[in-house]
Nanobody, 123 residues
Framework: QVQLVESGGGLVQAGDSLRLSCAAS????????MGWFRQAPGKEREFVAA????????DYADSVKGRFTISRDNAKNTVSLQMDSLKPEDTAVYYC????????????????WGQGTQVTVSS
């Protein structure tokens, strides 16, 4: 059983940067691909970014490509999401997730989830 705990959310202005972190415990971290998803009020949870177990492969939603960067540190069991040039439409609860094997864009296929951290971007 893998436990995931996110941190780093907050209230920022449009154009600002924010870095989210996710600490994993309870499993062999390097066996899991990791991802970030977000959910805005009244909307379905959506894919943001993912990274392979080795860190050698990444994927981004078109809406964040070029602005967000996902990274991981297998020695520290952490995955991070650097968010630059934030926009009001990035406002959502951000969730860290883990999946055995290859990452997927569909949230229903992921195995473990954190509790989420709120990101609010004001205009």
């Amino acid at each position: 059983q893998v436990q995931l705990v996110e941190s780093g959310g907050g209230l920022v202005q449009a154009g600002d940067s924010l870095r989210l972190s996710c600490a994993a415990s309870g499993g062999t971290f390097s066996r899991y691909a990791m991802g970030w998803f977000r959910q805005a009020p009244g909307k379905e949870r959506e894919f943001v970014a993912a990274i392979s177990w080795s860190g050698g492969s990444t994927d981004y939603a078109d809406s964040v490509k070029g602005r967000f960067t996902i990274s991981r540190d297998n020695a520290k069991n952490t995955v991070s999401l650097q968010m630059d040039s934030l926009k009001p439409e990035d406002t959502a609860v951000y969730y860290c997730a883990a999946i055995r094997g290859t990452y997927r864009r569909s949230y229903v296929e992921w195995d473990y989830w954190g509790q989420g951290t709120q990101v609010t971007v004001s205009s």
